[in-house]
């Protein structure tokens, strides 16, 4: 699997990033005669190499341009689509604009459509957006992995004003992802830089193994304390697993409740959608019989698990940890059993089924409404889901048997 691995010690931001992608290997004339097709008044872009910290990078220099118009969402989207960019270009590019323009409406208290550019710059971010689309579909990454990111602390002026960092609009597009603040003040990530964390990239935390083939630099534009470089390490992954987040773990040892109450418990911790939850028997000090809860959930639930977990049981406290979690793509399909709908989980990794299910509900549903064993109901959809797929041609390394 073709991995890009982003370290953004030194933050990120539009210009850094088409700067390492030109340093991978990135033609620079492909990239301009792309751009080039876009019905603006493109600046005179320069790349050059510069040392940064006695790094040696990439510098895309895109001269800042003073516009009295400001365009909208879908003015720039009908740029993009006059364009003689390809249509996966174009898409990317586009849903960049529309979750940057989706963090400004949330910020600024407005509707998506309503919100104008001026705050990171039309003709910049169309150049850096657009040229980050069309460098992602040259080298075709099947994925693109982000560590933590320095966001930096302090002010900054735009047009209104003075305002904290991270930017309201950088801290909106990075919800989900790990930042840090540093120890140096000043922007460190930039709106532009967030959007394309946003749109394209997945939490890796530290560097996964990779068989490395490449490493690029792009520079930013000042020279820091620290190498003021975006670093992109290339490389190929033998993971099955094309999909990887974050999840917490919150646990506790509960040895003075009523085990009636556990299955309600369950219920309330499943009504605020945790990925999971289960009980282990443990001995505690004393030999004291207990009762371990472990919880499984995203990080944004985790103030809302705590709340159910010290309101719902005895425990005074709780441990949580943060893991990594990795799965393979999935997708659903339907198959007929009895004249009745069942639903087939099918798992993928670099376009292959590995796995599939029958979905048990649905099993279970037919066997109730028929009087029929459940094995029975499930077999047969699960020799129906092989069928379907088997007939549609599916690439299948495994069956589920």
């Known amino acids: 699997m073709k991995t890009a691995y982003l370290d953004c010690s030194a933050g990120i931001c539009g210009n850094m990033f088409l700067g390492a992608l030109l340093d991978l290997g990135l ?41 009295h118009h400001h365009r909208h969402l879908e003015e720039i989207k009908e ?63 099947d994925q693109i992995l982000v560590a933590p990111i320095r966001v930096g602390f302090g002010t ?36 532009t830089g967030a959007t394309l964390v946003k749109t394209f990239g997945t939490n890796a935390g530290g560097l996964p193994q990779l068989k490395l083939t490449k490493v690029g630099y792009g520079a930013g534009n000042q020279d820091r304390s620290i190498p003021n470089v975006l670093r992109i390490i290339v490389g190929e992954s033998g993971a099955l697993t094309t999909d990887h987040d974050y999840q917490v773990i919150i646990e506790t040892n509960i040895d003075d409740m009523n085990p009636e ?21 443990v001995y505690m000090k004393k030999n004291r019989p207990a009762t371990q809860l472990t919880v499984i959930t995203e990080p944004e639930l985790v103030g809302q698990v705590e709340t159910i977990l010290f309101t719902e049981t005895t425990t005074l406290g709780v441990r949580k940890s943060i893991v990594q979690r990795a799965c393979m793509q999935r997708s659903e399909k339907t198959v007929s059993v009895k004249g009745r709908n069942v639903r087939v989980k099918l798992a993928h990794n670099k376009g292959k089924i590995i796995k599939y299910a029958p979905e048990y509900e649905d099993c279970l549903a037919i066997a109730k409404e028929l009087a029929l064993p459940l094995k029975d109901i499930y077999d047969e959809a699960s020799h129906c889901a092989k069928n379907l797929l088997e007939a549609e041609g599916e690439a299948i390394t495994t069956w589920n048997k």
């Open 156 to 191: 900054v002026h735009c047009a209104h004003g003075e305002i904290p960092l991270p930017a309201p609009a950088t801290a909106q597009l990075l919800s989900g992802f790990y930042i840090f603040g540093g120890e140096l003040p000043g922007e460190w990530a930039t709106p």
């Open 261 to 281: 109450f556990y299955g309600y418990l369950g219920e309330k911790l499943l009504e605020v959608g945790v990925r999971d939850y289960y009980f282990t028997a």
């Open 79 to 141: 740029i993009i689509n006059n364009s003689a960019l390809n249509l996966k270009v174009k898409s990317d590019a586009i849903r960049c604009f529309q979750n940057l323009a989706q963090a400004e409406a949330k910020v600024h208290g407005t509707d998506i459509n309503a919100i104008h550019f001026h705050e990171v710059g039309a003709v910049d971010a169309i150049i850096d957006i657009v040229g980050a689309a069309i460098g992602l579909e040259y080298f075709k990454f």
């Open 27 to 67: 033609p620079q004339d492909y990239l301009m005669a792309q751009l080039q097709t876009l019905n603006i008044n493109l600046p005179e872009i320069k790349v050059h190499k510069v040392m940064r910290s006695g790094i040696k990078a990439v510098l895309f220099d895109v001269p800042e341009i003073q516009e």
